[in-house]
């Protein structure tokens, strides 16, 4: 595992324990789609908030693309005209925090929440560093992915089976999984998928 995503991993156990009712975090989100994206919130509620497209209606993700910097929930004065946060409350997300960090065309948002009172200004400071971390070592990396590492996702991006995958490329199946696992590790993704995507909006090919 890559310093980078031991990192990442880190902050993310950190998280778990600073946002007792859960936390979404959405890093260098461009053109809508953030290049990592996590949420510990409970399922039944991400289901609804999927479902109902929430994230083109929700004030906190408004305020988290307008502005940087942190604010608790119950701070936020934009329009609420679907009731999403109302909503949010009846699955234990009744206060938050939202933490924005980089540049509009690159913004990562962190929401943390917990169902029994305000997050305190130094939680909030903490929960504030972790997300400017997460920001910092998300950033997309150099592009020095090696070739072959290129062309291992490249190969693997249709989702056909490992074996079909290696002998087109005249390498063994393990091969092509430790090809495939440095690629992961290069780009701190959890899955190949998550790789492919991150190669894609890097542009690696």
Known sequence: MTERRRLMVRYLDS???LAPA?????LHIRFASPLFFRST???DWQDIYAANSYSLRDPLVFWGISKTGRIRWSEITLPDPFGVMQKAA????TFGAVIASGNITSRSILGVARSDREFTDAEIDVIAGIAGGL??????????LAPELIEALR???DGEDAAI???RLGISKGALRARLSSARDHLGARTTAE???MAREYRLF
């Open 22 to 26: 859960g936390y979404t975090v959405g």
């Open 41 to 43: 919130y409970p399922q």
């Open 195 to 197: 790789a492919l995507r």
């Open 15 to 17: 998280l778990d324990d």
């Open 165 to 167: 995958v290696a002998t």
């Open 155 to 157: 190969a693997s991006r």
């Open 135 to 144: 920001h910092e070592v998300s950033d997309p990396p150099p592009r020095d």
């Open 90 to 93: 009846r699955h234990g997300l």
